[in-house]
């Protein structure tokens, strides 16, 4: 169980289901308060040292006012993307990832926020699906949150579950750096849901994933999700270039296909490590002496500093050839590249973003 | 920073002349070169390729500026090697006056800026020949860049 300093309750949601499902978990010595108003507590501890730390120890259970789907907020032109769609219900996470772009993204509003409304997203959701009955879209709850953490207290995963299990041309996918899933194991996805899990090399996983689970239990978990008759995803995202990188990425794959045969996995993506300036000099200031924020990134185009093209180019090509000397195609993407990096690694042109949602929804 | 290493990066922006900037610039890169390698700034700043620099003949803007450049090779190794392989591919091709070859600046994306100054028709003709009899040498210039080597 991941700590928390307090959990403050907007007085509205107090009787809503979420709010009494996470009073009803909240270990002992946790601080529980009402509040009228969540804008102000969910704004940074100015007086601390590290505010983005505070925040992510104060749960807020608050209602959304925004829409709860949205397109990927990495998501541009310049990029071959995913069409992948964002369902937002919580904001902030209790691991703290060193290279994190949360670090930088939600700076001002900090609080680890979960939406007591968040069934409100599937009249979203439905309206989403019949507008375009004869396309499958790829929904996720793992981009501003990890869809996992804290699910003991939540319990969301098992109502999404439900939803999604029913829905034809809807797929959620449950992206996550943990091993809770007993919620998971308990329900019937239908074939409709996917679980995600971002995989690192224990060096990586040492060095910056803070909290998280290690990845040979995130393989573990992965296995007994898969043979609950969930679909299975990895994310090999960032891949950090250090020195030994290939090597040790290498040798997860063969951990990884040696515990879940090639054909099991739906797909994988890869991105190596992307920050801003101002990400870099935020997630420096919070892990100063962490050697993988000090890789050899450069500034590109866009404004993002990533390994030196031939460095990632060369990294990614060896960790898709692993796959497929592993024995079988799993469909494959790259996270915040252009085309032409794409073209480099796959050797072909990557489709339309809609097209590719459409079959990783149906891979 | 410790307190040794304070003293050495001292007396290396005393020996140099180091301007605000470059103080700031050496203090980043030595900086994040402790944290890679995890040894402390003045243990960095005693490495030979670096005392040669700061003890050498030159003037004191040139010296400064050259131990800059070596200290960033050694902050970013792998990209210092590849651009120097890749410069070497470049000049090994002997390319006409008038045709010119710009890798991406940092190498930050696997693209060849290629230009061709020309006056006139034959000009023009001869650049874009001399490139055509180089493909072999371009295309590993461009495998290079696409990681392979």
């Known amino acids: 169980m991941f700590e928390l300093d307090e959990v403050i309750i907007e007085r509205r949601c107090a009787e809503t289901v979420l709010a009494r499902r996470i009073v009803g978990a909240i270990p002992s010595g946790v601080l529980v308060r009402e509040i009228d108003d969540a804008r102000e507590a969910v704004l940074p501890a100015r007086h601390a040292s590290d505010p983005f730390g505070v925040g992510k120890r104060r749960m807020v259970v608050c209602r959304r006012k925004s829409p709860f789907l949205m397109a990927c907020p990495a998501g541009s032109a310049k990029f071959a993307c995913c069409g992948y769609l964002v369902l937002a219900l919580a904001s902030n996470c209790p691991m703290d990832c060193s290279y994190c772009f949360l670090q930088e993204y939600l700076a001002d509003n900090p609080a680890f926020q979960v939406y007591a409304n968040y069934t409100d997203a599937f009249g979203e959701l439905d309206k989403l699906a019949a507008g375009s009955p004869e396309r499958s879209f790829r929904v996720g709850t793992g981009e501003l949150a990890d869809s996992l953490a804290f699910d003991s207290m939540t319990a969301m995963s098992r109502d999404l579950v439900e939803f999604f299990s029913a829905r034809e041309n809807l797929t959620l996918e449950l992206k996550t750096k943990t091993s809770e899933i007993e919620n998971l194991l308990n329900a019937d996805p239908r074939g409709r849901v996917m679980v995600s899990w971002t995989l690192s090399p224990d060096a990586v996983f040492r060095a910056c994933e803070h909290r998280t689970a290690p990845p040979a239990s995130r393989i573990a978990a992965a296995r007994a999700v898969l043979d609950a008759g969930y679909r299975i995803a990895f994310h090999f995202d960032p891949l950090i270039a250090y020195e030994g990188a290939e090597r040790d990425y290498l040798e997860l794959i063969d951990r990884l296909t040696d515990s879940i045969p090639p054909e099991k996995t739906s797909f994988v993506s890869m991105g190596t490590l992307r920050m801003t300036p101002g990400l870099r000099a935020a997630a420096r200031r919070r892990f100063p002496g962490d050697p993988m924020l000090c890789g050899e990134e450069v500034l590109g185009r866009d404004g993002r500093l990533r390994a030196f093209a031939p460095l990632r180019i060369r990294l990614y090509r060896a960790l898709a050839e692993r796959f497929k000397r592993a024995g079988a195609e799993i469909p494959a993407y790259l996270c915040m590249e252009p085309a032409s990096i794409h073209e480099r690694v796959f050797g072909d042109t990557p489709a339309k973003p809609a097209i590719i949602g459409q079959r990783l929804a149906e891979a | ?149």
């Open chain 2, 1 to 149: 920073m410790d307190e040794g290493s304070r003293d050495a990066l001292l007396s290396v922006a005393e020996d140099l002349r180091l301007r605000t900037g470059q103080i700031v610039t050496a203090l980043d890169l030595l900086d994040e070169i402790a944290v890679r390698e995890r040894v402390p700034p003045a243990a960095i700043l005693s490495r030979e390729e670096l005392r040669r620099i700061i003890g050498g003949s030159g003037s004191g803007p040139a010296r400064a500026s050259a131990f800059l450049i070596s200290l960033r090779s050694i902050r970013y190794p792998r990209l210092a090697a590849a651009t120097e392989e890749l410069r070497a591919e470049i000049s090994a091709l002997r390319l006409p006056r008038g045709v010119s070859l710009k890798l991406p600046k940092e190498l930050g994306s696997d693209e060849l800026t290629i230009s061709i100054q020309a006056g006139n028709p034959a000009q023009l003709e001869r650049a874009v020949a001399a490139l055509t009899e180089k493909i072999g040498g371009l295309a590993r210039i461009f495998d290079l860049l696409g990681g392979r080597g």
